[in-house]
C-alpha cells in the first residue's frame, strides 16, 4: 500500500456524510490512491438484530455502489472499496496505518449506530497514527472558499502546520494561522496594573504567532501566511475563525499520551472536533 493513499470510511449513510465528497476531492488534488473502507462491527453478531442474508446483502450492494461511484468519478485514480469486519476505529486505524490519512464523518461508523459505544470518529482520532480527517455531515465542496485555518498555541505544531500549509498549496489558497489567548484570574484593584498584563499577554501572543509564521514562509516561499491573535477561549475563537472565512479545511494538533487518559487530544482539539462546521484535520505530534 502507498504511503500516500488516502483512506475513507463509509457505511450506509456515505452519499450524505460529507467524508466521501471530501476524500475524492483530497485524491484529486494530490493525483494519489483512494480507498474506501466499510468495516462491519463484529459485536452486531452477539446481538438480537444479527440476520446474516440481509446484513451480507445490504453489505454486497454498499460496497458495489461506493465503486460504481469511485470509477466514475474518480477521474483515472487509482481507486478501490473493500470491507472489512471488526471494531470500526480499531480496525480503520490498522488499515490507514501505511497511508496518508484516513476520513470519516462526524457520525457513528456502525450499520446500526444506536449499538457502538461512543463516537467512532472520536475513537479513531484517539488511536489513529496518521491524521484524522472528521467531515460535518452534508459536506460539499463548494462550501470552503477561504484560507485554510490552523490554530497553533505554545507547543511545538509542526506537523499539524506542514499538514495545513500542504492543504492550502493543493488548493491554491492562503495559510491562516490562529493563536487564542486568555488571561489568567488577576488579584488586583488596580486598573492600571491589570490593563499592564493585558497588553504583555497580547504582545506576546501576536509575537509567537509571528514568530510561527515567519518560520513557515521560509519553509513554502509561494504561500501567503497570515496570523491571528485573538483573546477569548481557545475554542470558541478557533470554531468563529474557521467559520467567519468559510474555511475549506481547520486543521488542530493533537499531543500523544497515555491512551486511557480523557486528555489524549487536549481539550481545544477535542472542543474543536465537537463544534465545527467545516472539516477538521487532527494531526498528532511525534
Not at 103 to 113: A, C, I, N, S, Y
Not at 117 to 133: F, K, R
Not at 245 to 271: F, I, T
Request: charged share 25%; proline share 4%; glycine share 8%.
Amino acid at each position: 500500500m502507498s504511503r500516500s493513499t488516502i483512506f475513507v470510511g463509509v457505511d450506509n449513510s456515505w452519499r450524505d456524510a460529507g467524508a466521501f465528497e471530501w476524500a475524492l476531492q483530497e485524491a484529486n488534488l494530490r493525483h494519489g490512491p483512494l480507498r474506501a473502507v466499510h468495516v462491519f462491527d463484529d459485536r452486531l453478531r452477539s446481538t438480537s438484530y444479527w440476520e446474516p442474508a440481509v446484513i451480507d446483502e445490504r453489505t454486497k450492494e454498499l460496497i458495489q455502489d461506493v465503486r460504481r461511484e469511485l470509477k466514475s468519478r474518480g477521474g483515472g485514480l487509482d481507486v478501490e472499496a473493500d470491507l472489512t469486519v471488526g471494531s470500526p476505529a480499531k480496525r480503520l486505524a490498522e488499515i490507514a496505518a501505511d497511508g496518508s490519512m484516513i476520513v470519516v464523518g462526524r457520525r457513528g461508523m456502525g450499520t446500526f449506530q444506536r449499538l457502538l459505544v461512543g463516537s467512532t470518529s472520536e475513537a479513531l482520532v484517539h488511536q489513529a497514527t496518521v491524521p484524522v480527517v472528521v467531515v460535518p455531515t452534508g459536506w460539499k465542496p463548494q462550501e470552503g472558499t477561504g484560507p485554510v485555518v490552523v490554530a497553533i498555541d505554545k507547543a511545538e505544531e509542526d506537523a499539524a502546520i506542514e499538514f495545513a500549509a500542504t492543504a492550502a498549496v493543493e488548493r491554491n489558497t492562503r495559510l491562516r494561522m490562529v493563536h487564542a489567548w486568555d488571561l489568567p484570574n488577576v488579584y488586583s484593584s488596580d486598573a492600571a496594573v491589570v490593563a499592564r498584563i493585558e497588553d504583555e499577554w497580547a504582545d506576546g501572543a501576536r509575537r509567537l504567532v509571528e514568530a510561527a509564521a515567519d518560520h513557515w514562509r521560509q519553509l513554502y516561499t509561494g504561500l501567503a501566511i497570515e496570523t491571528v491573535a485573538y483573546r477569548g477561549h481557545p475554542v470558541d475563537r478557533v470554531v468563529a475563525a474557521a467559520d467567519q472565512c468559510r474555511a475549506p479545511l481547520l486543521v488542530v494538533g493533537g499531543h500523544r499520551r497515555h491512551r486511557m487518559s480523557p486528555l489524549l487530544l487536549g481539550s481545544v482539539a477535542r472542543g474543536v472536533l465537537h463544534h465545527a462546521t467545516c472539516p477538521i484535520a487532527v494531526v498528532h505530534d511525534s
